[in-house]
Nanobody
Framework: QVQLIETGGGVVQTGDSLRLSCTIS????????MAWFRQTPDNEREFVAA????????YYADSVKGRVTISTTYANFTGNLQLSDLRVADTAVYYC?????????????????????WGQGTQVTVST
């Protein structure tokens, strides 16, 4: 069964940087799309970033554009999300999500319903 293992959350101060990683364990697919979402209490899960396994498609939410960078290591099915200049508003539980991806497009990358597998979530807390 496919599992997503997230690492890298924690408590940081405003202006700091943080890297979140997501590793796909036991994948049955060779190509995939990976996304990061975040959620705060009483709010819906919000899209942060998405990228295809070969980085041919990369998308960022406006709320993090200019402060986020993704990178992938295809050999071990890992995707990384680097967040910089962190703000209190970035405080949330961050979730990694994955789906098999075929063809040359990455439709509905921003939608939670487009993903088949989810990580357990990792807390990011930004304090002043």
């Amino acid at each position: 069964q496919v599992q997503l293992i997230e690492t890298g959350g924690g408590v940081v101060q405003t202006g700091d940087s943080l890297r979140l990683s997501c590793t796909i364990s036991r994948p049955f697919f060779g190509t995939y799309g990976m996304a990061w979402f975040r959620q705060t209490p009483d709010n819906e899960r919000e899209f942060v970033a998405a990228f295809s396994w070969n980085e041919a498609h990369i998308y960022y939410a406006d709320s993090v554009k200019g402060r986020v960078t993704i990178s992938t290591t295809y050999a071990n099915f890992t995707g990384n999300l680097q967040l910089s200049d962190l703000r209190v508003a970035d405080t949330a539980v961050y979730y990694c999500a994955v789906r098999p991806l075929g063809g040359t497009t990455y439709p509905h990358y921003y939608s939670t319903t487009a993903y088949d597998y989810w990580g357990q979530g990792t807390q990011v807390t930004v304090s002043t």
